[in-house]
């Protein structure tokens, strides 16, 4: 499985962006495709994720009520909705899916700066 995150940018506080992960290859494979970042001298952290079959989704308690994921199945694309951003969600963002229990796949990041 291959993974092409895009739609990183600049936005300002308060503002939104939408990010799109495009599975190719293996994808009847996908299990679950997740959302991670990683800020500037920080660890990766998970941001949030989503069952490719029944569209459950979970949450980290720092996104949870401003970011929404969803997938387009037909069109093998994962989407990370973010809105009401703040400084604080600066970060490189990756997509990931695994078919079981590990990431097994990551996709290269893309800048997400929030800044007025």
């Known amino acids: 499985v291959q993974l092409q995150a895009s739609g990183g940018g600049l936005v300002r506080p308060g503002g939104s962006l939408r990010l799109s992960c495009a599975a190719s290859g293996d994808t009847f494979s996908i299990y679950v495709m997740g959302w991670f970042r990683q800020a500037p001298g920080h660890e990766r952290e998970f941001v949030a994720d989503i069952n490719w079959s029944t569209e459950s989704q979970y949450y980290a308690d720092s996104v949870k009520g401003r970011f929404t994921t969803s997938r387009d199945k037909i069109k093998n694309i994962g989407y990370l909705q973010m809105d009401s951003l703040e400084p604080e969600d600066t970060a490189v963002y990756y997509c990931?899916?695994?078919?079981?229990?590990?990431?097994?796949?990551w996709g290269r990041g893309t800048q997400v700066t929030v800044s007025s």
């Open positions: 990931a899916a695994k078919r079981n229990y590990e990431w097994e796949y």
